[in-house]
């Protein structure tokens, strides 16, 4: 690899870390072990071929192109904390991967897709996480801070939104969502 292929790549990573919170190499290594897969399998489940998955784990590709590709990492990130803590067993992992593939993401824009495990609404953590996707999936997190301080002196409630969807912490967004609800 020549100085300009690893500054590029380098450049991949940084972005990575910046949308996806660290280089997707390292997310996508911790999935594999914890969710007990291979690369091809990984792949599978979200919905990529092996190639772009090398790619983006490589970082000779920054971004996943595709939201409900995005969603599914995040579904398998949670999946795999939940194996983590005993709450899910390896069987039943297996089983949720499988719903996790199929899954088409946007279900609360659309009103398509996955809805929660007991097969009412959406949960209140799924909605915020697709917004989150929805807004890292087209901008970055300092940029959308950027244009949230833009807004701020005149449509401050828009600028907080940006920020706690944008660029904030899960717990904080659920929080700003329930406290938004009529």
């Not at 833009?150 to 967004?173: C, I, N, Q, W």
Request: net charge negative; no cysteine.
């Amino acid at each position: 690899m020549d100085a300009a292929q690893q500054e590029a790549t380098a450049r991949a990573r940084e972005l990575q870390r910046s949308w996806y919170g660290e280089p997707l190499g390292a997310l996508f290594r911790r999935l594999i072990d914890d969710l007990g897969l291979n690369q091809a399998r990984l792949a599978a489940v979200l919905g990529l071929s092996a190639p772009m998955l090398s790619q983006l784990m490589s970082g000779q590709r920054a971004k996943i192109g595709n939201p409900a590709v995005v969603q599914r990492v995040q579904a398998l990130q949670e999946l795999a904390g939940q194996v983590a803590d005993g709450s899910v067993s390896a069987g039943e992992a297996t089983d949720r991967m499988e719903e996790i593939k199929k899954s088409q993401g946007g279900s609360v824009l659309t009103g398509t897709g996955q809805t929660s495990t007991t097969g009412g609404a959406p949960t209140v953590r799924r909605v915020v996480r697709e917004i989150q996707s929805l807004l890292r999936s087209v901008a970055a997190a300092g940029d959308i801070i950027d244009a949230a301080d833009s807004l701020a002196p005149t449509h401050p409630e828009l600028a907080e939104f940006l920020k706690v969807y944008g660029a904030g912490r899960t717990a904080d967004a659920v929080a700003h969502y329930e406290g938004h609800q009529s």
